[in-house]
C-alpha cells in the first residue's frame, strides 16, 4: 500500500491559545494538539514542541489554560502568539485579560471557552512534550463556532499575493511573451506578426 504521511494532514484540529505564567508574566502560544483522552477521570492531553518556552513553563509550574479560539479570530491572533517567543517577547501586552484560579490568563476575545487545566503526567514524545492533565475549572462563553485548522487556512491565513507577470501579449492571437523587454524584431510564433501589434501585460 505505501507510506503517505500526508494521510496525517486528514486529521481534524482545533486552534487554540494555551496561557502560562512564569511567575513573573503571562504568556501564550498557538496550538493545535489538544483533545480529551478520557471521560472518568476527564483527562485532557496537551502537546507542546520542546523548542517553545511554553513547554518549559507548563512544565515547571504544572498548570495551564486552554483558549478555544472562535472562528472570528483575526490573523494578527495568530501572529502575536505564533509567530514570536515568549523567551523575548510579552505576547500578552496590551491584551485585556481575565485571570482563572490557577494565576493563567484567559483571553478577553476571540473565545468561545477555556479550560483550567493541572498536568498529571508527562510522556516525553521526542520533539515534543505531552501534558495528561486533570481540569481544574471550565467555563462556555458563547456558542460561536471554534475556529479549526483547516478553517484558519481557508479563511483566516492570508493567501500568498500572486506573483506580478511581466510580458507582452500579442493583439492578434494573444500568445504571451515573458520578459520585461519585447525585441524590436520579435515576430509571434503563433500568428507571425510583429512585435508592433504586442502590447504590455495589465
Not at 496537551?46 to 498548570?63: E, L, R
Not at 483550567?116 to 481540569?135: A, Q, T
Amino acid at each position: 500500500m505505501g507510506y503517505d504521511h500526508t494521510a496525517l494532514f486528514k486529521i481534524g484540529y482545533g486552534l487554540y491559545v494555551i496561557t502560562t505564567n512564569d511567575g513573573s508574566r503571562d504568556n501564550g502560544m498557538i496550538c493545535n494538539t489538544v483533545s480529551q483522552v478520557a471521560s472518568s477521570p476527564e483527562l485532557v492531553a496537551v502537546s507542546i514542541n520542546k523548542a517553545n518556552y511554553t513547554h518549559d513553563t507548563v512544565k515547571a509550574t504544572g498548570v495551564m489554560n486552554v483558549n478555544c479560539l472562535t472562528e472570528d479570530a483575526p490573523f494578527d491572533i495568530f501572529k502575536k502568539f505564533g509567530f514570536v517567543s515568549g523567551r523575548d517577547t510579552d505576547k500578552l501586552a496590551g491584551e485585556q485579560v481575565f485571570r482563572s484560579g490557577n494565576g493563567c490568563a484567559i483571553l478577553g476575545g476571540y473565545i468561545n471557552s477555556f479550560m483550567s487545566l493541572k498536568v498529571v503526567n508527562y510522556i516525553d514524545m521526542g520533539s515534543h512534550g505531552l501534558f495528561i492533565c486533570e481540569l481544574t475549572d471550565a467555563v462556555v462563553m458563547s456558542d460561536k463556532p471554534s475556529m479549526t485548522y483547516a478553517f484558519y487556512h481557508s479563511n483566516v491565513k492570508p493567501k500568498p499575493a500572486p506573483k506580478a507577470s511581466k510580458g507582452w501579449v500579442c493583439k492578434i492571437c494573444g500568445f504571451i511573451y515573458e520578459g520585461e523587454v519585447l525585441p524590436d524584431d520579435y515576430t509571434c510564433p503563433i500568428c507571425k506578426h510583429p512585435a508592433s501589434d504586442f502590447e504590455p501585460l495589465q
